[in-house]
């Protein structure tokens, strides 16, 4: 299995931009399809973004469409999001996942197995 660690969370202006990063050790990571997701206080955990095993395909939420970008470097084992424009709405705790198999649909939380511990991001007006 693998282990996951999130890192570059913090409190932002709204407009502002931040990296998160997100290191996997264990078994190999480059077998992974891996995701982020964020979850509000008194909310669910919702999906954020996808990037396939092969970094080929990615996909999005309607919300940080056009604002997130989501990458992989398989050398250093890890994923990360680039999150550019944000807004207060965008304020949540942000967690990586990853799976060997990718389930559908993949825009819920049941369908990964692995999980970080989640890192905090703070988007003030």
């Known amino acids: 299995q693998v282990q996951l660690v999130e890192s570059g969370g913090g409190l932002v202006q709204a407009g502002g931009s931040l990296r998160l990063s997100c290191k996997a050790s264990?078994?190999?990571?480059?077998?992974?399809?891996m995701v982020w997701f964020r979850q509000a206080p008194g909310k669910d955990r919702d999906f954020v973004a996808f990037?396939?095993?092969?970094?080929?395909?990615?996909e999005y939420s309607d919300s940080v469409k056009g604002r997130f970008t989501i990458s992989r470097d398989d050398n250093k084992n890890t994923v990360n999001l680039q999150m550019n424009s944000l807004k207060p709405d965008d304020t949540a705790v942000y967690y990586c996942a990853g799976d060997l198999k990718g389930s559908s649909p993949l825009t819920i939380a049941a369908s990964w197995n692995y999980w970080g511990q989640g890192t905090q991001v703070t988007v003030s007006s």
């Open positions: 264990g078994r190999s990571f480059s077998d992974y399809h």
């Open positions: 990037i396939s095993r092969s970094g080929v395909i990615t």
